[in-house]
């Protein structure tokens, strides 16, 4: 089992480049959540999805667009990358016990 | 906005000993999960402690809930210098499905 698998590792674009993150995972559980995280900020959610067919804004979620394609798979999607947006980005899935989730290795996005 | 602020910001030790973390919130929670990161890495959960729990084991982890004072602490005992991490704690809402808010982080250097 993979667990939770993102794609790519890393990205560097240039500013109003478009992008997709790419999370899977086969652990069978209904939430995913986007996250991103920047130094001494900790964890700020961007968009998350209770189920498959629907998704919710998070904390941060201006200038991102994401896509719950089924169960297995959530997509985050950069339209116009700006240089603010330079972060690392975990996605996550969270089980139906207390919410726990399990993160992916994690996106390391440069935006020039 | 966080909901969590982790105390101290970063920790640095001799291998053997203890190290103690702390985590204040600000509203009400089901429950309060602690996490770790390796540098370069996604986090791992690592405990959770419900509401109505005061104090919870695992291994070399202690970790204690005050709700009266809406506080944490993650105690790590005989530390070794694989536990060098970034330690977060999240704390879940009144329900399961309720998103997790983390903290920014407390870093610790357990030094050989």
């Known amino acids: 089992n993979a667990g939770v698998t993102q794609t790519p590792k890393f990205q560097v674009l240039k500013t109003g480049q478009s992008m997709t993150l790419q999370c899977a995972q086969d652990m069978n559980h209904n939430s995913m959540y986007w996250y991103r995280q920047d130094p001494g900020m900790g964890l700020r959610l961007i968009y998350y999805s209770a189920s498959e067919g629907t998704t919710d804004k998070g904390e941060v979620p201006n200038g991102y667009n994401v896509s719950r394609l089924n169960k297995r798979e959530f997509s985050l999607r950069l339209e116009s990358a700006a240089p603010s947006q330079t972060s690392v980005y975990f996605c996550?899935?969270?089980?139906?016990?207390?919410?726990?989730?399990?993160f992916g290795p994690g996106t390391r996005l440069t935006v020039l | 906005s966080q909901q969590g602020e982790e105390d101290p910001q970063a920790l640095s030790i001799q291998e053997g000993e203890n190290a103690t973390m702390n985590c204040s919130y600000k509203t009400s929670i089901n429950n309060l999960q602690w996490y770790r990161q390796n540098s370069g890495r996604g986090l791992v959960h690592l405990i959770l402690i419900r509401s109505n729990e005061r104090e919870k084991h695992s291994g070399r982890l202690r970790v204690t809930l005050d709700t009266s004072k809406k506080s944490s602490s993650l105690l790590i005992t005989a530390s070794r210098a694989a536990d060098t991490a970034s330690y977060f704690c999240?704390?879940?809402?009144?329900?399961?499905?309720?998103?997790?808010?983390f903290g920014t982080g407390t870093r610790l250097q357990v030094f050989p």
């Open positions: 999240a704390t879940g809402g009144r329900y399961d499905t309720d998103k997790l808010i």
């Open positions: 996550a899935v969270g089980t139906s016990s207390y919410n726990e989730q399990f």
